[in-house]
């Protein structure tokens, strides 16, 4: 199937620092969405962006697309330890949105 | 709008016995999904539903697993006989337009079968 693939697998970083993850794909796919989710909980939804769109922006949320190299970027501004949770880009598959399996972030006090 | 609302949000029981899992939706989505994470295997998806009617179920694992929705506010899933390899969370979603649109997580149901 056509999984996203989160790196790093792990990310420890200073609050106030900003926090890059990235995704890579095998197919084409009509959108892509990324995930959080926190100890415990279900996941939130944070941004969804189309196969037709290269950058979309959520607060201190930008997410990339790029579809020819199949690979999107998530990037969080000035880490806060709330961002502390694991962040999970997943793909549409037909009529399934396959996940990925997901980068741990860790922000540091 | 309370959000995907599940239970039990933690379910422990012995091999062999029937285990039943609940969902009620987000009222006007029309998508249904059952999700399994576990640590090895990351999110599954084990079956989905539009407007009621089942579509998709073959990411269930096998006969044991059932998914009903009988109406467009309840879905459950059952498990009979559990076995300890089921172990694992499980999560309902809904959306407005299957994968088109954001999925809303249940916060699941963590299932322990000893």
């Known amino acids: 199937s056509q999984q996203g693939e989160e790196d790093p697998q792990a990310l420890s970083i200073q609050e106030g620092e900003n926090a890059t993850m990235n995704c890579s794909y095998k197919t084409s796919i009509n959108n892509l969405q990324w995930y959080r989710q926190n100890s415990g909980r279900g996941l939130v939804h944070l941004i969804l962006i189309r196969s037709n769109e290269r950058e979309k922006h959520s607060g201190r949320l930008r997410v990339t697309l790029d579809t020819s190299k199949k690979s999107s970027s998530l990037l969080i501004t000035a880490s806060r330890a709330a961002d502390t949770a694991s962040y999970f880009c997943a793909t549409d598959a037909g009529f399934e949105l396959v996940f990925g399996q997901g980068t741990r972030l860790t922000i540091n006090p | 709008d309370a959000g995907v609302i599940q239970s039990p949000r933690h379910e422990v029981t012995e091999m062999g016995q029937e285990v039943t899992l609940r969902c009620k939706p987000i009222?006007?989505?029309?998508?249904l999904f059952w999700y399994r994470q576990t640590m090895m295997r990351g999110l599954e998806l084990l079956i989905y539903f539009n407007n009621n009617v089942p579509i998709d179920d073959s990411g269930m694992p096998e006969d044991r697993f059932s998914a009903k929705m009988p109406n467009a506010s309840f879905s459950t899933l059952k498990i009979q006989p559990s076995e300890p390899r089921d172990s694992a969370v499980y999560f309902c979603a809904s959306s407005l337009q299957g994968v088109n649109s954001p999925l809303h997580f249940g916060n699941g149901t963590r299932l322990t079968v000893t």
């Open positions: 009222s006007g989505h029309d998508y």
